[in-house]
């Protein structure tokens, strides 16, 4: 296991941008939209790990609704796991909270879910595996 990204939630990936770039000097690997989650992602490695710049769609969405609720920032630490489906069923067995009881397509094509905060001292806690034959299972 190790930390694939942290998301950090901000109005406009645009206006972001230059923090990250100019004050950091991270290049921008590219941007795509995950209709599932409602968000536009801009994505940023650093090392081995990456930022993902997380814009809402709409003020419905998850992350619109985090802004709305907490303003901009941090809003998930995403680990990488391998047996995503395997992975959710032992933190249900040992009581975590899920918000998500199965794997389903995040950024970039990678299965994921979401555990609640609840269950991880307040911080939204995302599962990704990457591997490219996972097939999507509810």
Do not use: W
């Amino acid at each position: 296991m190790k930390i694939d990204h942290l998301g950090i939630a901000v109005r406009s990936i645009s206006d972001s941008l230059g923090f990250y770039r100019e004050a950091l000097g991270l290049e921008l690997a590219g941007t795509e939209k995950v209709e599932d989650q409602g968000v536009h992602v801009a994505l940023l490695p650093v090392g081995e790990s990456r930022i993902e710049l997380l814009e809402p769609v709409s003020e419905e969405t998850p992350v619109g609704r985090f802004i709305a609720k907490r303003g901009e920032g941090l809003h998930h630490i995403c680990y990488e796991v391998d047996g995503l489906d395997s992975k959710l069923k032992e933190l249900s067995a040992r009581g975590v909270r899920l918000l998500d009881g199965y794997p389903r397509r995040g950024a970039e094509g990678h299965m994921v879910a979401f555990l609640h905060p609840a269950s991880a001292n307040g911080v939204l806690v995302e599962l990704v595996e990457k591997a490219a034959d996972h097939k999507e299972t509810k």
